[in-house]
């Protein structure tokens, strides 16, 4: 008998058609161990998996003008997206087909075309050799080898690039179908980053999509949420080990004792909102149905198309993961980018990115959500694209308390489940996205051929 | 023809049992390939064949006395929870929560009556029964049927050690240990507390740390500020499993040392350490050796600290035993140095070194830890508090004193040369028989 989620009744009011829920049995098996440490396991995963998946690469708005590039670095590999002719967008190995060496290595740029630091051959936006440097040097035969760049599959979804090694990979659009239409909902090729952020764990990449795809850890882990975000939750699985949930925000944890008072987390919430704490008379679990309809209300005043939101998605994060190494925790406001990005040759390392991306809103008064955590110093008008900041393994990330605290764990996670006395992990129904994600990839590992 | 280190005479004279030599084991004069102090493949081997099947000293039952009292050990890539249940026996487990594998306990030491998990605060008993799954309505039956109970390894106490096997069958630890337990059990270690705790990563094979602390011949050359006062004219005896002790000479000077005859400053501060003074000590430095043996026996019957269960050399010297695969011992009558080498999680060219120093409380005036041991004038001997665990890492001083400082900047040097295709297998000499004894023990059950 499964745990019924929809005794949890998150949603308040209406049912709509957002809600409508999505189950998938994946069994109550207990996975090797091996998965999280084992560098074989981890070669055959980048060969089977990443290899042969769509990689969220950047957000369109990264390369916006005709040759804007972005660089993204995936284990051993690295890919350069550029924005070419007429708007097309090209993805390429990041590598000088001559000796090897990287084209580029600033994380965004903009050129008229690649020179290769090495010995200055030129390449154009869509990877065609243009100059090769005194090639009355080179016989014939070696330059009748190609010395192109070598490209990759590249195409565009709700504003943001993706990129394949696969050639035959199936379109974006159709693997991502189950959960494109929710996702165009946020506008998210109106929005651009206002925060990256990048730093390397010490953990395996799926403990990292492990502890991001769940909140039964928040009560344990980041006690100091439980006053304003709700662990009963609603969690949807959707083929190909896309998955989303329901975190509801601006309401206490059950196991939050105080279910009534107004605690300094939820007055911040309803401050979000344009409420006025002091004189809001609601109790504490009312505050959730009073930031949503106060969100309405200012949609109204400033002209945001927020009838297409049920109202869950105006409060809470909608968290949507995409197989294998991402999760999108989806607001009106702005959305949250995550990737778990597995190291070149350690399966107990990964490098943790996430960036924001926000959608200004030109009017008097209109901010993001306080509890984004974002300074002051950061221009959110789009004018600036701000710079990665990278941090090493085992430095505080600074991404705020939440994050630190998970940076903090996985290691500690990590080095428990290399042990010969562990023995597989136990996923209760509020980790069914891990399990979900694990059976997928569990059918992308068990296959002979090309993945699809 | 072996060379005959009884031709030493560390025991002239003597007719106490401990000091019986052993019967001669005969390893051969073999050389070993090197390739196992840097193949990763071999260390995977051997962490299979060799540390899971072992015993391996944990830490001192004194960490472990009361109920609830929980000790952390750690090595190679795993950790285990050692703790007093409350029935009084011990158990061990390792520090792995059966739901996703987070670490349960982090510190080094502690005492609670249940573990919780920091990850989704799933709680365990002492003994490991699982005793509370958070939310256990959001799980399907079927996944907590799968055992949710801590995983549990074998755990002794000998000699007032703790043990631990990760093996599903090991030989009882006494027969384990073998004929070195009565000697260690002369010590009384069960009375003993720690009262310094270091623990130092150092870039070498762990098998070069046993190599490095199994033999006294490099003193003259790594450590030439001890050849006043510590002899390398040494006994080794062999014992079956790969045990083995030797006595270090304590208070006569090295076989390399030019003057054997007058007192200087360090056989003083030894002869000062033992009651007596050195301005009026009538003996030569050939003779502080004995004269410190009869000043402690003088001393011993003063307090009543029962020495007569020591020979004179147990009094003087350091009685070093080699516990096979990864510890040592070095006793004392005042107190033990717990050695232990640790294999790294994944790289052969890294250990850690651990070492604890236990010691006997006398609460008598005057009464206090030999100078050489260097404990600072801050460390409570009392045994009211455990001092913490210093941890400094790879390329870090240990500052664990002078000798270990070289020690730890040598075995480096020692450790890139042995990488070397130019190198051939090291060639042992008899003072490093316990070398030899231990790496035959070793290719034992490798070949396994």
């Not at chain 2, 998990?117 to 008993?125: D, E, L, N, Y």
């Not at chain 2, 009685?319 to 070095?330: E, W």
Request: glycine content about 8%; hydrophobic content about 35%.
């Amino acid at each position: 008998m499964n745990f019924d989620f929809r005794l949890w009744d998150i949603h308040v009011g209406a049912q709509h058609p957002f809600y409508t829920h999505s189950y998938i049995d994946n069994g109550t098996g207990r996975s090797s161990p091996a998965r999280y440490h084992d560098p074989a396991f981890a070669a055959e995963e980048w060969e089977k998996v990443f290899a042969k998946s769509w990689l969220i690469a950047c957000p369109l708005s990264d390369i916006p003008e005709e040759g804007d590039f972005a660089r993204f670095d995936i284990g051993g590999e690295s890919f350069i997206i550029a924005r070419g002719e007429n708007g097309a967008v090209h993805a390429h190995y990041n590598v000088c087909p001559h000796r090897g060496s990287r084209l580029v290595l600033d994380d965004l740029g903009s050129v008229s075309k690649f020179t290769c630091p090495f010995h200055s051959w030129q390449f154009d936006l869509t990877g065609e050799n243009i100059a090769v440097t005194d090639p009355e040097t080179f016989r014939p035969e070696v330059l009748c080898h190609d010395r192109n760049m070598t490209s990759v599959r590249c195409e565009v979804a709700v504003g943001l690039v993706f990129i394949s090694m696969d050639p035959d990979i199936q379109p974006l659009k159709e693997w991502l179908a189950p959960i494109l239409p929710q996702l165009e909902l946020y506008d998210i090729d109106q929005m651009y980053v206002i925060q990256h952020r990048r730093s390397d764990w010490g953990a395996n990449w799926k403990g990292g999509v492990d502890a991001f795809a769940e909140i039964y850890h928040l009560h344990a882990v980041h006690p100091q949420t439980q006053c304003l975000m709700d662990d009963r939750t609603q969690i949807d699985l959707y083929p190909g080990g896309l998955s989303r949930q329901f975190v509801p925000f601006a309401q206490p944890s059950p196991r939050f004792g105080d279910q009534e008072s107004v605690n300094p987390g939820i007055a911040l919430m309803l401050k979000d909102a344009g409420i006025d704490p002091a004189t809001y008379t609601g109790t504490a679990k009312e505050t959730r149905a009073a930031v949503q309809v106060a969100k309405r209300n200012r949609a109204a005043q400033y002209g945001l198309d927020y009838d297409k939101f049920s109202d869950s998605q105006l409060s809470d994060s909608t968290v949507y993961s995409v197989f294998p190494n991402a999760q999108i925790g989806c607001h009106p406001e702005a959305v949250f980018l995550h990737r778990f990005l597995p190291h070149a040759t350690d399966p107990n390392q990964f490098t943790y990115d996430t960036i924001i991306l926000y959608k200004h809103v030109d009017a008097p008064g209109y901010t993001p959500p306080a509890w984004m955590g974002l300074s002051e110093e950061i221009d959110t008008s789009g004018g600036t694209r701000p710079d990665v900041v990278h941090t090493g393994l085992g430095e505080p990330p600074c991404l705020g308390e939440v994050l630190d605290q998970d940076s903090d764990l996985l290691p500690i996670v990590q080095a428990g489940a290399r042990s010969r006395g562990f023995r597989g992990p136990l996923w209760s129904e509020q980790e069914g996205r891990l399990r979900h994600f694990h059976a997928e990839l569990d059918r992308r590992m068990s296959a002979d051929g090309p993945a699809t | 023809m072996n060379y005959d280190a009884r031709g030493w005479a560390v025991h002239k004279d003597s007719t106490h049992p401990f000091d019986t030599p052993a019967e001669h084991i005969d390893n051969g004069a073999v050389r070993p390939d090197p390739v196992r102090y840097t193949s990763k493949s071999f260390a995977r081997d051997e962490w299979e064949k060799v540390f899971t099947q072992a015993w391996l000293m944990a830490g001192p039952v004194s960490d472990v006395r009361e109920p609830g009292d929980w000790m952390k050990f750690d090595t190679g890539v795993e950790s285990f929870i050692i703790v007093r249940t409350d029935e009084g026996g011990l158990a061990a487990h390792y520090n792995v929560c059966p739901h996703r594998g987070s670490r349960l306990v982090m510190g080094d030491v502690g005492s609670q009556d249940a573990f919780t998990c920091p990850f989704h605060s799933w709680r365990f008993a002492l003994d490991g029964k699982n005793i509370a799954v958070t939310d256990p309505e959001t799980f399907r039956p079927e996944v907590l049927c799968h055992d949710t109970s801590l995983t549990s390894v074998k755990v002794e106490e000998a000699a007032g050690i703790v043990f631990v096997s990760m093996a599903d069958n090991p030989p009882p630890l006494a027969d384990y240990l073998g004929p070195i337990l009565p000697m260690l059990e002369a010590y009384r270690m069960e009375e003993m507390h720690v009262v310094q705790h270091r623990r130092s990563d150092w870039a070498a094979n762990w098998k070069g740390g046993i190599d490095a602390f199994y033999e006294s011949y490099h003193l003259h050359a790594i450590h030439p500020q001890t050849m006043g006062i510590l002899d390398d004219r040494t006994h080794i005896d062999l014992y079956p499993g790969g045990m083995s002790r030797q006595f270090v000479p304590f208070g006569q000077p090295n076989s390399h040392f030019s003057d054997q005859d007058g007192i200087n400053p360090g056989i003083a501060a030894m002869l000062a350490d033992a009651g007596l003074d050195p301005a009026t000590f009538q003996g030569s430095a050939q003779d502080s050796r004995s004269a410190i043996a009869m000043a402690k026996r003088d001393r011993s019957a003063k307090l009543g600290l029962d020495y007569d269960r020591f020979s004179d050399a147990q009094l003087t010297d350091s009685v070093i035993f080699g516990i096979f695969p990864n510890a040592q011992i070095g006793c004392h009558p005042e107190a033990v140095f717990l050695h232990r080498f640790k294999p790294h999680a994944d790289d052969p060219e890294r250990f850690t070194y651990e070492t604890t120093i236990l010691y006997r409380h006398v609460d008598v005036p005057g009464y206090g830890a030999p100078l050489w041991m260097g404990l600072g004038d801050d460390v409570d001997l009392t045994g009211e508090t455990r001092p913490d665990v210093v941890h400094t890492g790879l390329g870090e001083p240990p500052g664990m004193g002078e000798v270990l400082d070289q020690d730890s900047d040598l075995l480096p040097i020692v450790q890139a040369g042995a990488r070397s295709r130019g190198f051939r297998g090291p060639l042992w000499g008899e003072q490093e028989a316990r070398l030899r004894h231990f790496h035959v023990e070793l290719d034992r059950w490798m070949g396994r």
